[in-house]
């Protein structure tokens, strides 16, 4: 009997109010802690988009282009309208996010799928800079979870299991979403 799930139950879990609820409590608290508008409305809209992909992604292993298409594009958009002059710096680390894990990809086409690349992409536009605390933040958490499997069920096991990344991206954007900045104010300037 097989344990996967189909395409409908992840549907199905997205859209139960529960999960609604949670989606969007986390997306306007995220968003109540900005200190400017363009980020508020950046990283709450980001957070609506993090939620069913790292959902999906955890049940089905697969980003989809439809979610993260329609949301660099609303990103683009919001960050045009809200913050021009802001929007070339949030281009550059999208494609410096983006381009690390599309290094990694091309390395190792078997441990990561280019959906990781494009959600890293898409958050990058959302995040500007705080993108490479998501990065380092998700990288840090899947290595962890790495480390409990290899204790509990021995390296070799460990080995063979597939973690989906999706996940870990998720939680380091909503962390980046709310430490971001002041971890990198932090370091910048007493480093």
Known sequence: MSTAQSPSSASTRLRS??????????????????????NAVLR????????????ID????IIPNRITGPAAVLA???????????????LLWAAVAGGFL?????ANPAGMGMGDVKLLGVMGLYLGRPVIVALLCAL?????????????????????????????????????????????????HHV
């Open 17 to 38: 109010p529960a999960v609604i609820i949670a989606t969007v409590l986390l997306a306007v608290g995220v968003a109540a802690v900005q200190t400017s508008t363009t």
């Open 140 to 188: 840090v958490a899947s290595v962890f979870t790495g480390i409990v499997i290899a204790r509990r069920r021995g390296v070799r096991e460990a080995r063979k299991t597939a973690l989906p990344l999706g996940p870990y991206l998720a939680l380091g954007g909503v962390i980046a979403a709310l430490l971001g900045d002041p971890l990198i104010h932090a370091y910048l």
């Open 102 to 106: 599309l290094l990694a990809a091309l």
């Open 76 to 90: 683009l958009a919001l960050g045009l309208a809200l913050d021009p002059a802001g929007e070339p710096q949030r």
């Open 44 to 55: 709450g809209v980001m957070v609506l988009v993090l939620v069913p992909c790292a959902v």
């Open 58 to 61: 955890f049940e089905r292993r």
